[in-house]
């Protein structure tokens, strides 16, 4: 089987992939649920590339990302519930709909007038689901609260953001930025506490609270905590690296170093930078 632009060849691979008897072992064993972390991980890949401005990884891993879309919609098929053209159907039906300022007779809107658009499209999409449920003779979807429908697979941080980006739709949040200050200074203090009572239940309560108001802070000046957590993940990693060079220049080993001595070559790396 050769390699192709044809979206169809891929199509053929993965279903060659899963076909019992000649297929590979690990792919027939997967299910929904097996390959879902390697869904979320090429979408962090993904994200990865395009911060490094590597265009080159960014089309490999986007077609990673592509085959786990591949991969759900072949096992979904063998089930007789959807298939990769379902996949299509839905999200070109989807952005049609929900952009009749491109492909209707809206015209002229602003990106405020957008995403207020947005808002009544979903409402009225709600609504055909609910009478297609109910001529379906299925019961209602459950009620839902406010701020329902934040995925809980997100990163923590991220579905942090979210919650509390719907939280402040109806006016729950706080009007300044430094008042968000005072509450992570408030968190520390209890968390200074926690590690008194010695209690590991309650110190991680604090801490995830500590996390929830840095978030917070992060949506307030319009940082990404991600995107900023994952640089100062960068900025260790490529410290530490300073300490483990100079390290070995010298003849000498992380585990022979004193605490003392990596701190000093720490603030060299910092002051190098």
Request: aromatic fraction near 6%; charge should be negative.
């Amino acid at each position: 089987m050769e390699p192709s632009r044809d979206i169809q060849r891929l199509l053929d691979i993965m279903q060659a992939l899963r076909t019992p008897g000649t297929g590979c072992p690990w792919d027939l064993e997967q299910n929904f649920a097996s390959i879902a972390p390697y869904t979320i991980e090429e979408a962090y890949e993904v994200a990865e590339a395009i911060e490094r401005n590597d265009f080159v990884d960014l089309r490999d891993e986007l077609g990673d990302l592509l085959l786990q879309v591949v991969f759900h919609a072949q096992m979904a098929r063998e089930q007789d519930l959807f298939d990769f053209g379902g996949v299509v159907e839905a999200i070109t039906t989807k952005l049609i709909r929900r952009h009749p300022h491109v492909f209707g007779d809206t015209k002229d809107l602003t990106p405020d007038d957008v995403k207020a658009l947005w808002g009544k499209i979903k409402q009225a999409e709600k609504a055909d689901r609910a009478t297609a449920r109910s001529a379906s003779n299925l019961p209602p979807e459950p009620a839902k609260g406010h701020l329902d429908g934040v995925p809980h697979a997100l990163p923590g941080l991220t579905r942090a953001v979210k919650l509390q980006q719907k939280a402040s739709t109806v006016g729950f949040d706080w009007n300044d930025a430094r008042l968000v200050l005072d509450k992570i200074r408030e968190e520390t203090g209890e968390i200074e506490q926690a590690l008194d009572g010695a209690d590991q239940a309650h110190i991680q309560e604090e801490i995830g609270d500590l996390l929830f108001a840095v978030a917070n802070l992060a949506r307030h000046v319009q940082v990404d905590p991600e995107a900023a957590l994952r640089g100062t993940n960068a900025k260790f990693e490529r410290r530490f690296a300073f300490i483990e060079m100079a390290l070995h220049d010298r003849g000498r080993t992380l585990d022979e170093a004193s605490l003392e001595e990596m701190d000093a070559l720490w603030n060299a790396a910092k002051a190098a930078e």
